[in-house]
């Protein structure tokens, strides 16, 4: 088939996504622009595309695909679309089974496996499988170098990747404030492009830097694949792409977002969205609210369990318009959540954060953006060097227009991010860097030959420190575990229903990222009193030998965290149990684990 003739039908495919969404399709040029680069596989294995948020990326990275599953073709084993958050990724594969009920509607889709993983806590988990995975950065990583694998199988996960489709999305959300995890990003994707995936890289905010770094971890021997420039970059023109979206105004206030939030609740029109950088002033923001009788406020924190979370996040699915809605908000909403809020005030955070948030505004129609420039309302958060950087860069105009304009957005970030702010940045973990960079760089010789390839489990391979994966079990149970507890010397076993286990664990966990791992380190949420001293919990599901429709729970206790994270490194099904008290639930809503550390 020619090519013109399979953008005809790339456009049928986008026409019915966009109207099943009530909405009208706009034929942005660089779609096309992607798709004839995307034709040519051999070629192209790395595409690195810049479009502002809301001019519908995903659509147009997902069509090539789904075109080859109604034709009947495969330039692709699987699909995976990988996000950084869990939270986008329910948000993701739902949205991509919508888009597949579309397709089958209207066009002839064959049976179509799709699947989400993002770790799980389930021990008999498959991962990685099916037609379209959606999927996070940490278990796409860590199942790529066969940390995840069962057994001596490290090559499975290797032999799944290759040749696949790895969209790699919202990438600007993984940054972190040493740049590890993006010092680290260039030798994965390379990694991939080596084994024969095709790779797409998209974001509205990508610091120069990276893309340099890419493209010199590609021409690395070792990495290199057998084609000299396996990549290329497709930006949106703002003369060929005019974004449609609402006229945005910014404007900037000295001050503390928190200590205006009655006001802005009062002036400004609705919907609203504040956004906070810790979830501790997040929640004083909401309570505030509600205090003073705003009954359509919501909260929205990365430290509520995950069915709460969900729900909160479907309603911007299913209540496309509510005027007067206040959403009280974190970080979490730089990106996944498509909805047209006329009012956004922020606090001050890191240029290309800004330009995210910001881009929450404003999307269909006009709408004002307020940033509160007190630089102590990032502190702790983000880095002094960063902030101080953004604060010297920021312009109002420049900053409405980067929302629309990515040669806008690009300019404030590598003002902003440049090589020596970096390097400064990641100085702080320059040995830890150089030992993970180490196994990156070597890892394509190893893999059909060592042994030992993954003796080291230690390594950070994408993030700093480590995620401490929880659950908050019903009171009932937990109940039974301090009972049971209270009569055995060390552990303590309970048989569940296999059916409920799942729906329990999937519904009730959350994580908590901990920077360094220290003998000293201590989480005050996840002691318990059992008997007459304090111990962390820990429950590890596995199935029963005598019942194939039992779980069993398996729950041990530690004296201190650094020996309970030891211990139970290695098992990917293992959690730490939260401590209820430290769970706020108030008028039957969920405040969530508010203060972990005290």
């Known amino acids: 088939m020619s090519n013109s003739a399979s953008l005809a039908y790339y456009w049928d495919i986008i026409d019915a996504i966009v109207r099943s969404r009530g909405g009208k399709t706009q034929k942005y040029h660089y779609f096309e622009e992607f798709w004839h680069t995307i034709e040519d596989t051999h070629k192209n294995r790395l595409i690195i595309l810049q479009a502002p948020t809301g001019a519908g990326k995903t659509e147009a990275t997902l069509t090539p695909f789904l075109w080859d599953l109604i034709n009947g073709e495969r330039r692709w084993h699987s699909l995976l679309y990988v996000l950084p958050t869990r939270s986008l990724v329910f948000n993701m594969f739902y949205r991509i089974c919508k888009t597949l009920n579309v397709c089958k509607q209207l066009f002839e889709v064959p049976r179509v496996v799709i699947d989400y993983d993002y770790g799980g806590f389930i021990p008999f988990k498959a991962f990685l499988e099916g037609d379209i995975t959606v999927t996070t950065y940490d278990t796409l990583v860590y199942t790529f170098y066969g940390f995840r694998s069962y057994g001596h199988h490290l090559l499975l996960s290797v032999g799944k990747i290759s040749g696949s489709f790895v969209i790699l999305d919202e990438v600007q959300l993984l940054q972190d404030s040493q740049w590890y995890s993006l010092t680290l990003l260039p030798y994965h994707i390379a990694n991939l492009v080596t084994f024969g995936a095709t790779v797409i890289l998209m974001t509205a905010t990508l610091p120069r830097i990276l893309t340099e770094e890419i493209f010199e971890a590609l021409e690395i021997p070792t990495l290199r694949w057998n084609i000299k420039h396996p990549y290329v970059s497709v930006n949106t023109d703002p003369n060929k792409n005019v974004i449609r979206r609402g006229k945005l105004d910014v404007f900037t206030e000295d001050g503390c977002l928190l200590n205006n939030v009655s006001k802005i609740a009062r002036d400004y029109e609705k919907p609203l969205l504040l956004v906070f950088n810790t979830v501790e002033r997040a929640v004083e923001a909401y309570r505030s609210l509600v205090d003073s009788g705003y009954g359509n406020a919501r909260l929205l924190h990365s430290r509520l369990v995950s069915e709460e979370r969900k729900i909160r996040e479907e309603f911007f699915e299913k209540n496309p318009s509510s005027p007067d809605l206040i959403v009280v908000a974190t970080q979490v909403v730089e990106a996944g959540i498509d909805y047209d809020f006329k009012t956004i005030a922020t606090e001050i955070s890191p240029v290309d954060s800004l330009i995210q948030r910001l881009g929450r505004c404003a999307r ?134 296999s059916n409920q286990t799942i729906d329990l664990i999937t519904k009730n966990h959350l994580s908590l990222s901990i920077r360094k791992l220290r003998r000293d380190l201590d989480v005050p949420a996840l002691k318990h009193k059992v008997g007459g001293g304090e111990f962390y919990l820990t429950i590890f599901s596995s199935a029963s030998e005598k019942d194939k429709d039992e779980i069993v729970f398996k729950v041990n206790k530690y004296s201190d965290l650094f020996t309970a994270l030891k211990s139970n490194s290695w098992r990917i099904s293992s959690l730490f149990i939260i401590n209820p008290s430290y769970y706020l639930v108030e008028r039957d809503y969920h405040l969530g684990l508010v203060k972990p550390y005290g």
């Open 364 to 497: 269909r129609s006009d709408g004002e953006a307020i940033v509160y420039m007190d630089w102590k309302q990032a502190e702790h958060v983000y880095p002094r060097k960063v902030i101080e950087e953004t604060i010297k860069v920021i312009d109002t105009n420049s900053l409405a227009e980067s929302v629309r304009n990515v040669s806008v957005a690009s300019n404030l970030i590598n003002s902003v991010y440049r090589k020596e702010t970096v390097e400064e940045l990641r100085n702080e973990e320059l040995e830890e860097l150089k030992r993970t960079l180490g196994f990156l760089k070597t890892f394509s010789e190893k893999i059909f030959y060592s042994r030992n390839l993954v003796e080291d489990r230690a390594l950070g391979l994408l993030r700093l420190g480590i995620e401490i994966r929880c659950i908050l079990l019903p009171q009932n149970i937990y109940q039974v575990v301090l009972k049971r507890l209270e009569v055995s010397k060390d552990d303590a076993r309970i048989n569940f229903p």
